[in-house]
């Protein structure tokens, strides 16, 4: 069944450790789009990518960093962690505007 | 650049009842779609219904539905019997170009 998956689900880490978070879908799609999360459950787009080794940097500055070298992987980077980026993390990708976006299940980060 | 705003950061409403979740938008643009999204607590955020502005007639999807004002730039969702299932975090959003603009989200809390 065409999907997207994050992992892992939830990760506790300690400060100054780098982090992988991965994103892959089997849609084949062009599109896709990192979100952070904050407590309040507002989304802000921190990165997104419109095709193999193209991406961009969203609304939301963020000391992540992104990489799509296969259409379907898009693995975000912390590569030092800090408390500051203890939050939700949402991967999404899209065919089209008409279908608007599928998402992941999302990545709960805490760093300690 | 536009921008989505939902009114009500909370609602709630007594199983079985009818509610109505407001969300407004501001954009130069024509062409257009608007979503409405569901993120139950911490599960997958899923599209409930989608509306395309060069449609008249409102979109209707089971227990789901939308007042949209093209004029007014409203697109509200009107959940009718509300069942338990339906507590969750709601996002209007808005696609334009290549990405999709969320509103701030409003928290339902459905009533046994």
């Known amino acids: 069944e065409a999907d997207i998956y994050q992992t892992p689900r939830y990760l506790v880490i300690g400060t100054g450790k780098k982090i992988t978070l991965e994103c892959s879908q089997t849609?084949?799609?062009?599109?896709m789009y990192w979100y952070q999360q904050d407590p309040g459950m507002e989304l802000h787009l921190i990165h997104y990518?419109?095709?193999?080794?193209?991406?961009e940097k969203g609304d939301l500055s963020s000391e992540s960093t992104v990489s799509r070298i296969r259409t379907e992987h898009f693995p975000l980077t912390l590569e030092s962690a800090r408390p500051s980026h203890t939050s939700q993390y949402l991967c999404?990708?899209?065919?089209?505007?008409?279908?608007?976006?599928?998402f992941g299940s999302g990545t709960r980060l805490t760093v300690v | 650049a536009q921008t989505v705003t939902q009114s009500q950061p909370e609602m709630s409403v007594q199983e079985a009842e009818t509610v109505t979740l407001s969300c407004t938008y501001d954009t130069s643009e024509s062409d257009y779609y608007l979503f409405w999204y569901k993120q139950p607590p911490s599960r997958q955020m899923i599209l409930v219904i989608r509306q395309e502005a060069y449609k008249q007639q409102n979109a209707t999807e089971n227990r789901f539905s939308v007042n949209f004002q093209k004029a007014a730039k409203s697109f509200s969702l009107k959940i009718s019997d509300s069942q338990l299932g339906d507590a969750a975090m709601y996002f209007c959003a808005f696609f334009g170009n290549e990405k999709l603009t969320f509103g701030t989200g409003t928290r339902l809390t459905i009533i046994p």
């Open positions: 849609m084949g799609h062009d599109k």
């Open positions: 990518s419109y095709g193999v080794n193209s991406t």
């Open positions: 999404a990708s899209s065919e089209d505007r008409v279908r608007g976006y599928t």
